[in-house]
């Protein structure tokens, strides 16, 4: 089960980078992560929660700007496999498999960031525009980082 939701997480983080770390650091704050003692303690820390909370706002608000790179490009592509591997290690970590979860992160972020891409690219179609779909996007990443981080309680 671990596995799965490390490799979810980092779905999500192929949807919205930040997304993910932000969820993982409010699970391990409200104690929902068994991660003191670890590697991943500094998830649980308020300053860790502000710091990723403030950043996926941030994102949610710039992925609506017209002049917002493909998150396919390299930099954005490598920050989702990034954020994928941080936040599948630190599911994890939860879980006893850190190198496990890294893997499972690290792959669910490139299917995040490939279908997710292609899912609000034919959705923007079907719509006539984008917003509908980025917004869309944005919800499912977001309900889905938050199932993921209490399923893992």
């Known amino acids: 089960m671990i596995y799965l939701l490390a490799l979810l997480i980092g779905i999500v983080a192929g949807l919205r980078a930040m997304t993910a770390p932000a969820a993982v650091a409010w699970g391990a704050w409200l104690g929902w992560l068994p991660l003191a003692g670890t590697w991943a303690g500094f998830m649980g820390h308020w300053i860790a929660v502000a710091i990723f909370t403030v950043l996926a706002i941030v994102e949610l608000v710039t992925d609506q700007l017209p002049s917002t790179p493909s998150r396919k490009v390299p930099v954005q592509f490598g920050t989702r496999i990034v954020m994928g591997a941080l936040t599948g290690a630190v599911i994890g970590t939860a879980g006893g498999i850190v190198?496990?979860?890294?893997?499972?992160?690290?792959?669910?972020?490139?299917?995040?960031?490939?279908?997710?891409?292609?899912?609000?690219?034919?959705?923007?179609?079907?719509?006539?525009?984008?917003?509908?779909?980025?917004?869309?996007?944005?919800?499912?990443?977001?309900?889905?980082?938050?199932?993921?981080?209490?399923?893992?309680?």
């Open 99 to 153: 190198v496990g979860g890294l893997a499972a992160g690290i792959i669910g972020a490139i299917l995040g960031t490939l279908g997710g891409a292609a899912a609000r690219g034919s959705l923007a179609k079907s719509f006539g525009k984008d917003l509908p779909a980025a917004l869309i996007e944005d919800a499912v990443a977001i309900l889905a980082a938050l199932w993921i981080v209490s399923m893992v309680a």
